[in-house]
């Protein structure tokens, strides 16, 4: 049951970000890096976003330079070691990215809003155990290279 809810739920959300991302004309690297980089604490050499989204670091340099060319992301250069080149997102990289999450939220909203008060409050109970826990159950999900 739990499986065809998340099927089912997580088409409805992918239909919503997947026609906000393809009106965004970005291509799938650009977007990879800039969801690698507003996922992230802080500044990014190119060599951790390679690793991250299991690119060359010559792609990965090439995409961060159109990224740079759109004003979606800065480069500038480590203060301890001016060979590094640190990658961030710019205030235009950050509104993308907080759209995206924009469209998310209205779809958890919608969804939510659709649910009689009683069931709603037993799935944010029992979603809440989850969340909330002392163990990361997410953790061993996102763990190593996609795969199609």
Do not use: W
């Amino acid at each position: 049951m739990l499986t065809e809810f998340l099927h089912r739920f997580l088409s409805a959300a992918k239909t919503n970000a997947t026609d906000f991302l393809a009106d965004s004309e970005l291509t799938l690297s650009q977007l990879k890096v800039l969801f690698t980089l507003g996922h992230h604490d802080g500044p990014m050499s190119v060599n951790e976003i390679a690793e991250r989204i299991h690119l060359s670091l010559a792609a990965t340099g090439r995409t961060v330079d159109k990224l740079v060319g759109a004003t979606l992301v800065d480069r500038r250069e480590d203060q301890a070691d001016r060979r590094v080149k640190r990658i961030s997102l710019t205030s235009a990289g950050q509104r993308f990215i907080d759209s995206e999450r924009a469209v998310k939220d209205d779809t958890v909203a919608r969804f939510v809003s659709t649910l009689p008060a009683d069931v709603g409050e037993q799935l944010r109970a029992a979603l809440d155990l989850v969340v909330h826990a002392d163990t990361d159950y997410f953790a061993e999900c996102t763990r190593g290279p996609r795969t199609a």
